[in-house]
C-alpha cells in the first residue's frame, strides 16, 4: 500500500496550501520566491519568505490524517508513505519512512561547499542565512525547474508500480513529476482511491473519491478498513 499526499493532508493543521482561493499562490509568484532564479536574484527575499513559513509551520501540530498514516505505518507491513509536503508534520505525527519528495523546510544546504544539516530556529537569527565556510545556504526543498532527489524519485516510483492501493491525500496533481505516481499505479493496475474535497486531474482515474477534508474522511476510512488483529 503507498499513500501519496499534497498540502492538502496539512491544510487542517493550519499550513497554508499553494492552489486553490486561500493557497499561497494567491498572493505570491512562484516564479519570484520558489525557482533557482529567484533565488539567484534576491536570496534575501526568498529567504524571507521561507523564514516566514517556517514560523507558521513551527506553530503547527500533526492533525488526525497525519496520525491515521503513522498508525497505517504501523498496521501494514508493506507501507509507503510519499509526501510533497516539506513541512516534517508527518515525521511529527509518527511515520517513521518518509519519502519526501520536494525536501524539508527545516534543512539547509550550502550553495557553496554542498554541507546540508537541520535548522529548526524561528525566525532565523540572520538572513540570508549563511554556513561556516562563509557560502550562502538556501532552504533544502525542490523548487520548480530542479531535479528531485534522484533515490527519493526512483523509490516512489517502484513503490508506486508495485503497490496494490494508493491513497492520493490533499494534493492538486499538477505538479510533475509528483502528479505521475498515481497514473503509475493504476497503469500496474492498482485500486486507486482519492481523498479531497475537490475533483483533480486524478478524479477520473480513481477507483473511489472521498471527498472531504483528510481530516474527517481518512479516520473514518481507517476505522472501516482496519486489518484484523
Ligand atoms: C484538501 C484539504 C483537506 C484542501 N483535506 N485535501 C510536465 C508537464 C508540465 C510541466 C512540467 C512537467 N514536468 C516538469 C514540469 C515543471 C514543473 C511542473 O510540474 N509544473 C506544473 C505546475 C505545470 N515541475 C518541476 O519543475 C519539478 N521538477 C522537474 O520536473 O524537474 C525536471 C528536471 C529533471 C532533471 C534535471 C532538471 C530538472 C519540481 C517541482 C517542485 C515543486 N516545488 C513546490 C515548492 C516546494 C518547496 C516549498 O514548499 O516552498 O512543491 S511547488 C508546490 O506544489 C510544492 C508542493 O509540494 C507542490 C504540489 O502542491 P500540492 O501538494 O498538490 O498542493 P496544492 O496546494 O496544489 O493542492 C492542495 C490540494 O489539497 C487541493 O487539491 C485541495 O482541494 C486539497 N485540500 N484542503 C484534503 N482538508
Ligand atoms: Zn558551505
Not at 518518509?98 to 554542498?114: D, K, P, Q, S, Y
Request: charged residues 20%.
Amino acid at each position: 500500500m503507498v499513500a501519496l499526499t499534497g498540502a492538502g493532508v496539512s491544510a487542517e493543521s493550519g499550513v497554508p496550501t499553494f492552489r486553490g482561493p486561500e493557497g499561497l499562490w494567491r498572493s505570491f509568484r512562484p516564479s519570484e520566491l520558489a525557482t533557482p532564479e529567484a533565488f539567484r536574484r534576491d536570496p534575501a527575499l526568498v529567504w524571507e519568505w521561507y523564514d516566514w513559513r517556517r514560523q507558521q509551520i513551527a506553530a503547527c501540530q500533526p492533525n488526525p490524517a497525519h496520525q491515521v498514516l503513522a498508525e497505517m505505518e504501523r498496521a501494514i507491513p508493506d507501507f509507503t508513505l510519499i509526501t510533497q509536503n516539506v513541512d516534517g508534520l508527518h515525521q511529527a505525527a509518527g511515520s517513521r519512512k518518509v519519502l519526501e519528495l520536494h525536501g524539508n523546510i527545516w534543512r539547509v544546504r550550502c550553495t557553496a561547499c554542498g554541507w546540508k544539516g537541520e535548522d529548526r530556529r524561528v525566525p532565523l537569527p540572520e538572513i540570508p542565512p549563511r554556513c561556516r565556510c562563509g557560502g550562502l545556504l538556501r532552504p533544502d526543498v525542490i523548487w520548480f525547474g530542479e531535479a528531485l532527489p534522484s533515490k527519493v524519485l526512483e523509490a516512489a516510483w517502484t513503490a508506486a508500480s508495485r503497490c496494490q492501493v494508493m491513497l492520493v491525500i490533499g494534493t492538486s496533481a499538477v505538479v510533475q513529476p509528483a502528479a505521475s505516481l498515481p497514473i503509475v499505479a493504476k497503469r500496474n493496475g492498482a485500486y486507486l482511491i482519492e481523498v479531497n474535497p475537490a475533483e483533480t486531474p486524478i478524479t477520473p482515474f480513481a477507483d473511489e473519491h472521498l471527498r472531504g477534508p483528510a481530516g474527517k474522511v481518512l479516520p473514518r476510512w481507517w476505522a472501516r478498513h482496519l486489518p484484523a488483529e
